[in-house]
């Protein structure tokens, strides 16, 4: 394992309960896109899967991709099972204020204004996707928003490509692929509707640091994926945002007397690659990046946080946030971390994630005692016999 500089979340969400597909109705929408609607009974509405191809998409959607009608939840778990048995999952994040915030995000009139940060990791994945010499026939962008992943997406990479997301005011919205078929799938990542072995390329951009059961979500994205495929991802490490949550705590705690989190938890590097270990995953390679935004004050970061949809989510946030509360938190950010021309610094700490599905044919470490030159050999290859 490869690993520059590593970090993990406490993670967390509640797996689907008890219930069963009732079973999967086929129509065509009003404007002629050919649609998928599983119907499920009330109690696993909110994990109902909405797939439609997008307008640009120049090929059909492959059933075969997606777990079959007539299956029950128990299943479903044999297939795509979350943590190990007897583990504790916990609940941080309100999935379903998630969704609405993303879909809110979507719906603004300058919503493309707060791209500025996505875009820019988009690319820097799409970056190491460019690393692999392969070109991969099935490939699936896990929380795919506006379709960040998709403006660096080039034929020569990939065939087809499914966008999926929780929110469909964002699958509304996002970018397609040029010259690529792209179709775009409505589902939660804590549960993926895809069969195990057929996809070749996962891909995430900025959307697993609000699982609450990611190691589960590792899981099913391992048990989805080809063998010897990649899955390569992106997320918030627990550095993010340090300069907003000290000025918040103590400004809140001089005025309040105590403090609530108002910054989600984010996943630690240090245990990321037990994580993906943990899914099944080989041959990793975790690597840490810093994207520091300067903006003129403290309430700018808060408004584009808004924009971005990376507004607070989860269940122990505070709703209100007191007037003198946020002045003092201002004025303690701008002494603190202030620039000398007046802006302050945000920083963004990402952490990109590469994990492979195994296989017999990967390159394995040599058996311990083979090797046929000694270190303390070295210095002397570069000398000119």
Same mark, same amino acid.
């Given at each position: 394992?490869?690993?520059?500089?590593?970090?993990?979340?406490?993670?967390?969400?509640?797996?689907?309960?008890?219930?069963?597909?009732?079973?999967?109705?086929?129509?065509?929408?009003?404007?002629?896109?050919?649609?998928?609607?599983?119907?499920?009974?009330?109690?696993?509405?909110?994990?109902?899967?909405?797939?439609?191809?997008?307008?640009?998409?120049?090929?059909?959607?492959?059933?075969?991709?997606?777990?079959?009608?007539?299956?029950?939840?128990?299943?479903?778990?044999?297939?795509?099972?979350?943590?190990?048995?007897?583990?504790?999952?916990?609940?941080?994040?309100?999935?379903?204020?998630?969704?609405?915030?993303?879909?809110?995000?979507?719906?603004?009139?300058?919503?493309?204004?707060?791209?500025?940060?996505?875009?820019?990791?988009?690319?820097?994945?799409?970056?190491?996707?460019?690393?692999?010499?392969?070109?991969?026939?099935?490939?699936?962008?896990?929380?795919?928003?506006?379709?960040?992943?998709?403006?660096?997406?080039?034929?020569?990479?990939?065939?087809?490509?499914?966008?999926?997301?929780?929110?469909?005011?964002?699958?509304?919205?996002?970018?397609?692929?040029?010259?690529?078929?792209?179709?775009?799938? +409505?589902? *939660?990542?804590? #549960?993926?509707?895809?069969?195990?072995?057929?996809?070749? !390329?996962?891909?995430?951009?900025? @959307? /697993?640091?609000?699982?609450?059961?990611?190691?589960?979500?590792?899981?099913?994205?391992?048990?989805?994926? +080809?063998? *010897?495929?990649? #899955?390569?991802?992106?997320?918030?490490?627990?550095?993010? !945002?340090?300069?907003?949550?000290? @000025? /918040?705590?103590?400004?809140?705690?001089?005025?309040?007397?105590?403090?609530?989190?108002?910054?989600?938890?984010?996943? *630690?590097?240090?245990?990321?690659?037990?994580?993906?270990?943990?899914?099944?995953?080989?041959?990793?390679?975790?690597?840490?990046?810093?994207?520091?935004?300067?903006?003129?004050?403290?309430?700018?970061?808060?408004?584009?946080?808004?924009?971005?949809?990376?507004?607070?989510?989860?269940?122990?946030?505070?709703?209100?946030?007191?007037?003198?509360?946020?002045?003092?938190?201002?004025?303690?950010?701008?002494?603190?971390?202030?620039?000398?021309?007046?802006?302050?610094?945000?920083?963004?700490?990402?952490?990109?994630?590469?994990?492979?599905?195994?296989?017999?044919?990967?390159?394995?470490?040599?058996?311990?005692?083979?090797?046929?030159?000694?270190?303390?050999?070295?210095?002397?290859?570069?000398?000119?016999?």
């Amino acid at each position: 394992m490869c690993i520059h500089t590593c970090t993990m979340a406490v993670n967390i969400g509640k797996l689907f309960r008890h219930a069963t597909w009732r079973k999967l109705t086929r129509y065509r929408s009003q404007s002629g896109v050919r649609r998928l609607h599983g119907v499920l009974n009330p109690q696993v509405q909110r994990y109902n899967a909405l797939l439609s191809s997008s307008q640009c998409g120049c090929g059909r959607m492959s059933e075969s991709l997606f777990q079959r009608p007539e299956i029950s939840m128990s299943s479903v778990r044999l297939m795509h099972p979350g943590s190990p048995k007897g583990e504790g999952i916990m609940n941080v994040f309100d999935r379903k204020t998630k969704r609405l915030q993303r879909n809110r995000a979507a719906l603004l009139e300058d919503a493309h204004v707060y791209d500025y940060l996505k875009d820019e990791v988009a690319f820097r994945v799409s970056d190491r996707l460019r690393d692999i010499t392969r070109k991969f026939p099935v490939a699936v962008d896990l929380g795919c928003g506006k379709g960040h992943l998709a403006k660096y997406m080039q034929d020569d990479m990939i065939e087809s490509l499914y966008q999926c997301d929780v929110s469909e005011k964002m699958l509304e919205t996002s970018s397609s692929c040029e010259n690529i078929p792209t179709f775009r799938v +409505k589902c *939660d990542e804590e #549960f993926l509707p895809f069969k195990e072995n057929s996809l070749d !390329l996962v891909i995430s951009s900025l @959307s /697993l640091h609000w699982v609450n059961d990611l190691p589960g979500a590792l899981r099913q994205v391992n048990l989805c994926l +080809k063998k *010897d495929s990649p #899955f390569i991802g992106a997320m918030f490490g627990g550095d993010t !945002l340090f300069e907003l949550r000290c @000025s /918040l705590q103590l400004a809140e705690t001089e005025r309040e007397g105590g403090f609530a989190p108002h910054i989600s938890p984010f996943t *630690d590097v240090r245990d990321i690659g037990n994580l993906l270990t943990r899914a099944g995953f080989n041959l990793l390679t975790v690597d840490i990046d810093e994207i520091t935004v300067n903006y003129p004050s403290m309430y700018e970061v808060m408004y584009d946080l808004k924009g971005m949809a990376e507004n607070n989510a989860a269940w122990s946030r505070k709703l209100l946030l007191h007037r003198d509360t946020m002045m003092a938190a201002a004025a303690i950010y701008k002494d603190m971390y202030g620039n000398e021309d007046g802006s302050v610094p945000a920083t963004f700490q990402i952490l990109y994630l590469i994990g492979w599905k195994p296989d017999d044919t990967q390159p394995k470490p040599a058996k311990r005692g083979s090797a046929t030159v000694s270190m303390k050999d070295l210095e002397s290859l570069n000398q000119v016999k």
